[in-house]
C-alpha cells in the first residue's frame, strides 16, 4: 500500500526529530501518532495534509501569496535559474561530501525548487530541510517534493536545536546571522544569492524607467562580519523568455508589486524577449 503524503513525512520528521525544538518554549520535539509534533511543554503542531508542519509561532499573512508562488514555480521548471543552480550544486556537493548524513537547510525557501533541484542530484543520504515564513510557499512545496521536510517557520526564529546543520542555503531572501550561526556546525557553511545591479533589468526598464533601490550596506561586507573564508561571484546572463513566460515573470517578483495593472497589460503587449540574471553568490563557513 503506498503510504499518504502525511504518513510518509511524518516517518521522515521523525527519522529527524532531534533537529527540531519548540518555537515556543526551546523543548525538546517527539513525532506522535505520526501527525504532530509535539514538545516536552505538550505545545503540539500538526502535519497538514501534504505533510508539512507549521512551526510559526503566530500566523503571518505576507505579500508572498499562492499566486506568486505558482508564477516562481513556473519560471523556475524554464529553466531560467538552471546556471544559478549549476553554480550553487558543486559548491554545496564538496562541502559534504564527506559528511554522513548532511543536513542541508533552505531558509526563505518560497516553493522549494532550488532545494528540490540540489537534494535530489546530491544521491547521497542527506536531509533537506526548507522553511519559509510563507505557508503558500510551503505547502506547493510538500505538494510539489516530496522527501523532504517542509516547514513554515520563521528564519529569524528557527525551531532548530543548536550545531545541527551542515549546509543553509539563502536564495533571494532575508537572513538572520547570529540564527544561522547558532544552528549550523562548526565548519558548517552558509550559502547566500543576493541580487546583483542588472537583476531583471528588463522588468525595471519597462515598470520605474529603470530606476534602481540602492542597498545602504554592501551585503557581502555585511556577511563578512559573520562568516569566515568568504568567497564571492558574480553570475550575469540573459535568458531568453519562452512564448507566455512573461506573465508568470511579472507576477513573481516583488518588483512589480505596486505596478499597476493597465501597466501590466501594457507590458504584456508590448511583450519582453530576453531577461537579465545578474546575481551574486557569496559563501562562508562558521566561525
Ligand atoms: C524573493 S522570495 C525567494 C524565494 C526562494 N528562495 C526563491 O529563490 O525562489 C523571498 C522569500 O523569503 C521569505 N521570507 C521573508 N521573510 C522571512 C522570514 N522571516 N522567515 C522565513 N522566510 C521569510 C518570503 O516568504 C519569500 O518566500
Ligand atoms: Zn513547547
Known sequence: MKLSKKMQSAQLIGMNEGLFKCPICSADMEMVEYSRLVCENMHSF???KTGYVNLAPQSHTTKYDKSLFEARAEVMS???FGPVLDKLFPILKDHVLEIDRPVLLDAGCGEGSHLCAIHSQLQIESVGIGIDLAKEGISAASKAYPGIIWSVADLAAMPFQDF????ILNVLSPANYAEFNRILKRGGIVV?????????QELREA???GKTQKEETDPVERFREHFDDVET????YTFALPEGLLSPLIRMTPLTWNAGDERISDVLSEGMKEITIDLRVIVGKRR
Open 192 to 200: 547566500k544569492v543576493v541580487p546583483e545591479s542588472g537583476y531583471l
Open 78 to 80: 524554464s529553466g531560467f
Open 164 to 167: 545541527q546543520i551542515d549546509v
Open 46 to 48: 500538526d502535519l497538514a
Open 233 to 236: 561571484e558574480r553570475i550575469t
Open 207 to 209: 515598470f520605474y524607467g
